[in-house]
């Protein structure tokens, strides 16, 4: 009977010391996203259980570094339902990319095998006790896999450099031009006027049949530096630079925007 009494009070101490783990595990650790690669997919809360027993504990595998590893976190109360517990101190990742958890000199304690950090994985401990730990669905920080397409959209995010000593001389700007959405494919005439280049005026030649256009209504442009900025008639701007003998927005996202020189 006194047994049966001290298990239904151990128990009770899991039950209560798994809900402010949780709640704090909304998010992935501090620090996730600046671990690395390896590390990724098992930062954040697991539930750790002895197989076959109803004794189970949310643990948290942080990001921060340990003496032979990362921090481990649990609730005191985990010491007391799981013995193991009590001489935790870190865990690191194996070759197989599975955590470990060990002992404050590094000593391995558990060593978990699986199919991978998706599922429960296994460990038995030297006392041929079993583990589980359990994923759930927790939260975890995986970095996205890097591609030529992900590259390429994430340069053209960024300005590019420009060369002034290659770019059109700042007297050659003025003139008339096509705007497109498509290389020769045209949307509208416009007309870059002489004018200082800290704001020289600038206006639609004719109607323009394109709604975008005609809602940012070019009003003046600028020059500096190899980038043509044409400014709209509410004060924005949008930035062209120069390109096999045509302007072209940049950087290269939203709607695509070019602008080719029409002859005097």
Known sequence: MRRRLRLGVVAAGIGLSLHPAVAQTTMPPRGADQAPDALRPLLGAWDLEVVDQPRRCTIILGAEAAAHGRQVRFPATCRRAIPILATVSNWTVTAKGLPLLADAQGKALLGF????????????????????????????????????????????????????????????????????????????????????????????????????????????????????????????????????????????????????????
Not at 134 to 142: A, C, E, L, Q
Not at 176 to 202: H, I, K
């Open 113 to 264: 095998d699986g199919t991978g950090p998706s599922a429960a994985l296994r460990a038995k401990a030297d006392d041929g006790q079993d583990y589980r730990l359990d994923p759930k669905s927790y939260p975890r920080s995986v970095k996205a896999p890097s591609n030529a397409a992900t590259q390429t959209a994430t340069a053209a995010q960024r300005p590019t450099l420009v060369d002034p000593g290659r770019a059109p001389a700042a007297d050659t700007v003025p003139g008339r031009y096509v705007l497109m959405r498509q290389l020769n494919r045209e949307a509208c005439r416009l007309v870059l006027s002489t004018g200082p280049q800290a704001g020289a005026p600038a206006a639609f030649e004719g109607s323009c049949t394109d709604t975008g256009l005609t809602i940012f209504d070019p009003a003046g442009w600028r020059y500096n530096a190899g980038r043509l900025s044409l400014v709209a008639r509410k004060g924005h701007s949008v930035d062209l630079v120069f390109e096999n003998g045509h302007w072209r927005k940049d950087p290269a996202v939203g709607a695509p925007l070019l602008m080719r020189r029409l002859s005097p």
